[in-house]
């Protein structure tokens, strides 16, 4: 399981220029504080940054779900212009918003998917409460 400093470590490690990619789903929600921990890095990434992978020799196939993706190593996959809404910084790394990360969630619809929908949904309420 990977914590927010473990997340920083991985993606700051990288040397990937900000412009060129952004957290996306489990690993936002970790640096965003509504969760205490994800099962690996999701990273949307720029074509031009997945075509300079994939010349590195970085295999992309599809998976299950029909994603085009490169798994990096044993933490991160990356997915090509898969973008959200909207980026914010969070920790110093480009992060889809949590309203981005809520409509991602909903339209995937899995068991663990809706709880971080409640997760969400909530840390949005307390949000508009303050």
Same mark, same amino acid.
């Given at each position: ?26 690993? !936002? ?16 990434? !720029? ?38 809404? #909207? ?12 309203? !981005? ?13 809706? #709880? ?11 949000? #508009?409460?303050?």
């Amino acid at each position: 399981m990977l914590r927010k400093e473990d997340i920083l470590r991985v993606v700051n490690g990288y040397g990937f220029a900000k412009e060129d990619f952004w957290l996306m789903t489990g690993a !936002s929600l970790v640096l965003q504080g509504i969760r205490e921990e994800t099962h690996d890095i999701d990273l949307g990434v !720029s074509r031009s940054l997945f075509e300079r992978l994939k010349a590195e020799g970085h295999t992309p196939f599809t998976d299950g779900d029909g994603d085009r993706k490169i798994v990096l190593d044993d933490t991160t996959e990356v997915f090509p212009e898969w973008r959200p809404m #909207a980026v914010e910084e969070v920790c110093g790394l480009p992060c889809a918003t949590l309203e !981005s990360t809520l409509a991602i969630k909903r339209g995937l619809g899995r068991p663990k998917d809706l #709880a971080d929908v409640a997760r969400i949904e909530a840390a949005l309420a307390r949000r #508009a409460g303050d």
